[in-house]
């Protein structure tokens, strides 16, 4: 028997939307990252990008369980001294919604270009509307 290598001319990706209505933050990302770098086809191979393209719509009501809303903190630092800066995630929920979304997916993925490449394909949406009815997505029910 051969091993399969993909080649990234040799492939077809398709569009799902996803509702993050009422879902829960890590587990809606986990499984938006395992379609973003393609590991739901047979075709996977781990140095190609063989992922789909996700849409998700409704960030601004996905769920933290627990007291996360308010003990969980996105950290930054302005490289300067003193300049550690903490956001409560309520707070950045109200303000940039799909920030949440997008961050937790993007630590979920690889650290490298071709985590970055597959980073491009996720288009996260505050409200129910977006702007890739042209490409006829499929619902996608996580």
Known sequence: MKTYVAKPDKITRKWYVVDATDKPLGRLASQIAKIL???HKPIYTPHV???DYVIVINAEKVKLTGKKLDKKFYRYH???PGGLREIPYRQLLETKPAFVIYHAVKG???HNRLGRKML???KVYAGPN???EAQQPEMLEL
């Open 120 to 122: 491009k394909k996720l």
């Open 108 to 110: 979920m993925l690889p």
């Open 78 to 80: 302005t490289l300067y």
């Open 130 to 132: 977006h702007k890739h």
């Open 49 to 51: 990008d063989t992922g």
């Open 37 to 39: 770098r393609g590991k």
